[in-house]
């Protein structure tokens, strides 16, 4: 006797949650054979296809829903979001778009505007959510997103009025919270100290809230100038955040070490020629060191695109180092195969990739930070792109980072040991591959380019051959979405006085000195002044 439809998928659903994989892929086989044709059916299978990793075969069960389904939304959103997994991101976009006009349910708009943004249109995203939003004037998600939107498009009141709805509606929404406090600088006749406080107080044993309130707190006291107690916050927030993270740190060095040990300066001639064509700009470094101020210039030109922080390079050499394990003889491992992929190959899927979200733009900036860890996989793949490292002076870098929510990303940066010895290991792979590659990385340096931006500014055109136009100084002015955490920073005239920021909190980073002092990073006793 067959089994309902609806007791399969809920046996079939918890076997995913619960990573039963064959198991579920055995209820997907008997829902295809009992209810051919059946949207529910199909879209389980589809699920089922992707957890295990098998796109293509969830994009077949999706395509074979009939047409004029009632789940035809559904399913479209779905196949959008596998289309993005497999970096064709026209078409997920447009495939989205295309059911846009028949969504309602609020669940299914935020798929759509969760898709938009991971294409780098945030405008298109709010659109949506400000319709749904008129149906919905309280739904959490849908103000959480919308603000987020906002947050990337400089649309401030906007975003506040959004976050205040909220806080009304949810008032520990501990997303909500943190975004309140990175929107402006605050002041001691308008901030948020004594809300987020009290918010603490009355739920101490919320993790999410301890966090983020925390986070929120440290930005807060920090424009206050009232260091000592911006800090404290931001050690009970980086405390809390460390708790919820799987995070190993020797892993993590010794896997970059095998790097270093592996990819040498002979190695670069036996990976073949790459794919030969201009327009991708790398700019690497770790977070919070200039990256994004470089980008908002480069893109600046008539003749640059911008693609954000895009995962595409790493996820594409991943994908391509599983293949090769799976098609090779025991033994190699995933060094070993990194080195045995094919580059070309690498480098056109990656440019077919990328130019999906350059705008016809004939050079395009990618600034994915951790790109650095790449950088001779980059030029073996890519032999005509530019690559740019930003350096900034370390106990800066390692204070701005530190003080960032990043929200799945940088776990090394939730604890000050962590942080410095993850810093360590940066700047010795960053010498790698000055050894291996010499002359193929510029080194910009976020001291000169702040105090003398023309002169940077002119340096970097000149390495990535592009013609010099006095407006990219006026990067600040761009109406462009910033996708990322320095969205606020951008949108101003370039400053000087998070140099030496680091002093104001120069007792409690005493850890981080000591491990920089130790690797010979910095000069025993150094003495950089802050700038206020």
């Not at 993850?422 to 080194?443: K, N, S, T």
Request: proline letters at 5%; charged letters at 25%.
């Amino acid at each position: 006797m067959a089994s309902s439809l609806q007791t399969l998928l809920d046996t079939g659903s918890q076997m995913l949650r619960s990573q039963q994989f064959a198991d579920a892929q055995n209820v997907a086989a008997t829902l295809l054979q009992q209810y051919p044709g059946n949207p529910l059916a199909l879209l389980f299978a589809a699920d089922t296809a992707d957890a295990q990793g098998n796109t293509t075969d969830a994009l077949r069960h999706l395509e074979a829903v009939p047409p004029g389904s009632p789940h035809h939304a559904q399913v479209a959103l779905r196949q959008s979001q596998l289309l993005f997994g497999l970096h064709r991101r026209a078409e997920a976009r447009d495939t989205a778009l295309s059911v846009a006009a028949r969504i309602s349910d609020p669940t299914q708009v935020t798929a759509l505007a969760q898709v938009l943004t991971d294409c780098q249109d945030p405008d298109a995203a709010r659109v949506w959510l400000l319709k749904a939003l008129e149906r919905f004037p309280e739904h959490p998600q849908l103000l959480a997103d919308a603000a987020r939107a906002e947050f990337h498009l400089n649309r401030i009141d906007e975003a506040e009025e959004h976050l205040a709805t909220l806080l009304r509606v949810q008032p520990f929404h501990a997303g909500a919270l943190h975004l309140r406090s990175t929107l402006r600088t605050q002041t001691l006749e308008r901030n948020h100290v004594t809300d987020l406080e009290g918010r603490l107080q009355r739920e101490p044993n919320r993790l999410n809230l301890e966090v983020a309130a925390n986070f929120a707190l440290a930005k807060e006291y920090e424009d206050l100038q009232q260091y000592d107690r911006s800090f404290a916050a931001l050690s009970r927030g980086t405390k809390a955040y460390r708790r919820t993270l799987r995070y190993d740190s020797a892993t993590e060095l010794a896997s970059q070490a095998a790097i270093r040990e592996k990819f040498t300066a002979n190695t670069l001639p036996t990976l073949g020629e790459g794919y030969a064509e201009d327009g991708p700009i790398f700019i690497v470094g770790m977070p919070r060191t200039g990256t994004t101020l470089v980008e908002r210039i480069l893109t600046s030109h008539s003749d640059v695109g911008a693609l954000g922080e895009l995962k595409d390079f790493p996820l594409l050499m991943t994908a391509m180092v599983r293949e090769r394990l799976a098609a090779s003889p025991s033994g190699e491992d995933d060094i070993d195969a990194s080195l045995r992929i094919d580059f070309r190959e690498l480098g056109r899927r990656y440019i077919q990739s990328a130019r999906q979200l350059a705008g016809g733009a004939r050079y395009f900036v990618d600034k994915l930070p951790y790109n650095f860890l790449y950088c001779g996989y980059i030029l073996a793949a890519l032999p005509r792109a530019k690559i740019i490292h930003l350096r900034r002076d370390p106990l800066d870098t390692c204070y701005a980072v530190y003080k960032t929510l990043f929200f799945n990303a940088y776990s090394y940066s939730y604890d000050l040991q962590e942080l410095a010895d993850y810093y360590v290991g940066y700047r010795a792979h960053m010498d790698h591959w000055h050894h291996v590659l010499p002359g193929r990385i510029l080194d910009v340096t976020y001291e000169e380019l702040v105090r003398d931006p023309e002169s940077q500014a002119r340096r970097v055109f000149d390495w990535c051959g592009l013609p010099w136009q006095a407006s990219v100084l006026d990067f600040h002015a761009q109406q462009r979405p910033s996708m990322t955490a320095s969205a606020m920073q951008v949108r101003k005239p370039i400053y000087t006085h998070s140099v030496g920021a680091w002093r104001r909190n120069e007792s409690a980073l005493a850890p981080v000195r000591e491990r920089l002092e130790r690797a010979g990073l910095i000069p025993p006793g150094d003495a950089t002044p802050p700038t206020h």
